[in-house]
């Protein structure tokens, strides 16, 4: 069974309007969860990182994302995008908290101008 | 900052070429890992490391082989290039402490066998 899904291949917004990029994971124990964005050519970068201290976890360059246990949903959003947001987005979620990885199959972000 | 320094960004390299990838870590991290990256697979775990000369394959191994003979450093090693190698490798570094179990990645290195 996957333990990361990104509901969402490809997401196309308009400059200005929010963003909303999706995730859900599984796992029976309580889990570290991750956002990183990857530009053209370069590695990936961390946005944020859920541990459990805070449900709304506040990432870089504005975007946050919500815990939702009963959902087991971990979305990223910002309110408001730039043209410099587009790049391609990964969900990845350490079940255990033992550093093993699992990547989401990443969602591309198109801004419109 | 945690830094993951990959010292190769392109390579371009015959097929039987003997291939060496190097990372580079500068936070004491135990964990490091050698991914590679295509288009519509994702990223795919190829071997880690939890400790100096200890390494564990990932999902896709074949064809690789790794050497920790430092803590801050990871080789990756293709013994024989053939052209499906052709791909993106990430490095990536992870540790203990106070920064937990976030995972750190390198620019990439883009290898194209020809």
């Known amino acids: 069974a996957q333990s990361v899904t990104q509901l969402d291949s490809h997401v196309s917004v308009s400059e200005g309007t929010p963003v909303l990029l999706r995730c859900n994971y599984s796992?029976?124990?309580?889990?570290?969860l991750f956002w990183y964005v990857q530009h053209p050519n370069k590695g990936l970068q961390l946005l944020l990182k859920?541990?459990?201290?805070?449900?709304l976890v506040k990432g870089i360059n504005g975007f946050e994302a919500e815990f939702k246990k009963s959902e087991t949903s971990f979305h990223l959003t910002k309110p408001s995008a730039h043209m410099s947001d587009a790049a391609e987005y990964f969900c990845?979620?350490?079940?255990?908290?033992?550093?093993?990885?699992?990547f989401g199959s990443g969602t591309k972000l198109n801004v419109k101008p | 900052d945690v830094k993951v320094t990959q010292s190769s960004r392109y390579l371009v390299k015959r097929t039987g070429e003997k291939v060496f990838l190097e990372c580079v870590q500068d936070?004491?991290?135990?964990?490091m890992f050698w991914y590679r990256q295509d288009p519509g697979l994702g990223l795919r775990l190829i071997y880690f490391?939890?400790?100096?000369?200890?390494?564990e394959k990932g999902d896709i191994p074949e064809g690789y082989s790794v050497s920790r003979e430092k803590k801050e450093r990871f080789s990756l090693i293709l013994e024989s290039a053939s052209t499906n190698q052709t791909s993106m490798y990430l490095c990536?570094?992870?540790?203990?402490?106070?920064?937990?179990?976030?995972?750190?990645f390198g620019e990439g290195s883009w290898l194209t066998v020809v």
């Open positions: 990536a570094s992870s540790g203990l402490g106070a920064d937990g179990n976030t995972i750190y």
């Open positions: 796992s029976s124990y309580s889990p570290s």
């Open positions: 859920y541990t459990s201290a805070a449900t």
């Open positions: 990845v979620v350490d079940r255990y908290n033992f550093n093993k990885f699992y």
């Open positions: 936070m004491d991290h135990e964990n």
């Open positions: 490391s939890y400790d100096v000369k200890m390494k």
